[in-house]
């Protein structure tokens, strides 16, 4: 029927299925093609179906009566609509689990040399575990019989006051927003020694900290969980942005943990695009220039009709009485370099000239 704020949910539904769904199949590509499939592909997996049977209930919720105002629905639509609200939580809490679960083992494998942090992780994994199954099974026990949850009228229909609902479901909240906070500041603290360029470190810090998003949900989403506080006013409208932000929640956790998976795929699709323009492209051509030796020090020769064309990079190596390259590229004092630089073979200069011709 999608009355009221029904159509709302629906199209929020939909513009997050999309890229979650797309975001998951690259990401499969990218680790099988890579051979690098460990757990928390497993996990991401395991994510998945539960994530789509949220939204099927999601659609079929609004198409039923969430999001209508009471006076829009008979009793027999508003129990149809109750009962796929009803498993749209569930199917909720075991998708976000096995999601965020993924994520903090992305993290694992970055912090595998880092006993510190893995405990962390793993004490952070715990606490995802811990806090959604207990919510599940409380969703799944809080009434008896279950078809208590959606017709109040069953005969000998015993369920907890909603009361009990809100305060496991701000319980719960919290955790998700703490556990996904340290899992976005990790990433500072692990790649912060890492020798790798400062752009790479900024942009693989900024992939595995994408799951902030998921707790920027989860904040909004407390603030419409008072509704259960109020089942029988207007309910059906009045928790439609509980479902909304709930479904949120979960999309953006699959999409920013299978978006930090896709940064191999960047590259590369960067890489062929840069190249693919002839028009608008330089052809870079790379040449190793031979060099006169004066002294030990190795001087280039270089091309006069090339010296405004080009640019120069400089590789230097210092190498001692034996002959050998050190390769560190330090020297630990200043004695040392100055035996290094005087004595042996000298410096070794290296220049490669790249000649961009148009």
């Not at 190795?298 to 190498?319: F, I």
Request: with cysteine; proline share 3%.
């Amino acid at each position: 029927m999608f009355y009221d704020a029904a159509p709302k949910l629906a199209a929020a539904v939909i513009i997050l299925c999309i890229p979650a769904c797309v975001s998951f199949g690259l990401r499969c590509y990218v680790r099988l093609t890579s051979a690098k499939w460990g757990w928390d592909d497993w996990m991401m997996l395991t994510s998945m179906p539960f994530f789509l049977m949220f939204t099927i209930s999601a659609l079929t919720a609004a198409d039923s009566g969430i999001g209508a105002h009471d006076d829009r629905t008979t009793a027999a639509e508003k129990a149809v609509a109750l009962k796929w609200f009803y498993l749209a939580q569930v199917f909720f809490c075991i998708s976000v689990m096995f999601a965020k679960i993924s994520i903090a083992l992305q993290l694992v494998r970055v912090a595998s040399q880092k006993r510190p942090y893995l405990i962390g992780l793993w004490v952070i994994i715990g606490s995802i575990v811990l806090s959604l199954s207990f919510t599940t099974i409380f969703l799944l026990s809080q009434c008896t019989p279950i078809q208590a949850n959606w017709q109040s009228s069953t005969p000998g229909a015993k369920c907890l006051p909603s009361l009990a609902v809100t305060v496991v479901s701000f319980t719960q909240s919290g955790i998700n927003i703490v556990t996904d906070w340290l899992c976005a500041a990790l990433p500072i603290p692990l790649l912060w020694d890492v020798k790798m360029n400062s752009n790479t470190k900024m942009s693989v810090v900024g992939l595995l900290g994408l799951g902030v998003f998921a707790s920027v949900s989860a904040m909004i989403r407390l603030n419409y969980t008072v509704s259960y506080m109020n089942p029988t006013d207007d309910y059906l409208y009045g928790v439609v942005n509980l479902v909304i932000w709930a479904y949120a929640e979960a999309g953006i956790a699959v999409i920013c943990g299978c978006t930090a998976c896709l940064r191999p795929l960047f590259s590369s699709v960067f890489k062929m695009g840069s190249s693919s323009d002839h028009k608008d492209t330089f052809a870079l051509q790379s040449r190793t220039l031979r060099s006169r030796s004066y002294n030990g020090i190795k001087v280039p020769s270089v091309d006069s009709r090339l010296a405004n064309k080009s640019a120069v990079t400089t590789h230097c190596s210092a190498v001692g009485r034996s002959g050998s390259d050190d390769g560190s590229g330090s020297v630990k004092g200043d004695n040392e370099s100055q035996v290094q630089i005087l004595e042996g073979d000298g410096i070794h200069v290296k220049y490669e000239l790249d000649t961009r011709v148009q």
